[in-house]
């Protein structure tokens, strides 16, 4: 069922807005972050990322334009990565349209009794991944 989801909803963002669910997530991140803009570890840690994976993937962005990285004034070897108004106009325009086709694919299929049903498993899964894994529970 992720896997499909995850698939169906890139490929409407996608064709809905011509970015990627991983740009979605970057933009989505940056826009709702202070000043638009985050160190890129603090950026790592809200999407829970490997390094590797976040330097491609906004190395990929900042060659569209959708993201600029700066040095970070507080610490010269850091980077801070901010959203440009073409990211932040991007992740605006698919916001509305994303939310809709998740409630389209997802809450909508489910009745008010599933939906507590999930919401009680996955509280059961996150505890359990809290005790087991705290190092990589969110």
């Given amino acids: 069922m992720h896997d499909k989801l995850a698939l169906a909803l890139n490929q409407h963002l996608q064709q809905d807005a011509g970015i990627s669910e991983s740009d979605f ?3 989505a991140a ?3 972050a202070p000043r638009h803009a985050l160190r890129a570890r603090e950026l790592r840690e809200e ?6 994976r976040l330097a491609h993937q906004i190395r990929r962005m900042e060659q569209r334009g959708l993201v600029a990285r700066d040095d970070c ?8 990565v901010r959203i440009t108004d073409v990211g932040l106009s991007t992740v605006r325009g ?8 998740v409630r389209e694919l997802f809450f909508d299929a489910l009745t008010p009794a599933q939906l507590d049903a999930f919401d009680e498993a996955g ?3 996150l505890e ?11």
Avoid: F, I, M
Wanted: charged share 25%; aromatic share 2%.
């Fill in 25 to 27: 997530q970057v933009l």
């Fill in 30 to 32: 940056l826009a709702e």
């Fill in 47 to 52: 999407l829970q990322w490997e390094k590797s």
């Fill in 73 to 80: 004034p507080e610490d010269g070897r850091a980077a801070t």
């Fill in 94 to 101: 698919a916001a509305q349209a994303h939310a809709a086709r």
């Fill in 123 to 125: 509280a059961a899964v």
């Fill in 128 to 138: 359990r991944l809290r005790q087991r894994c705290p190092a990589e529970a969110p």
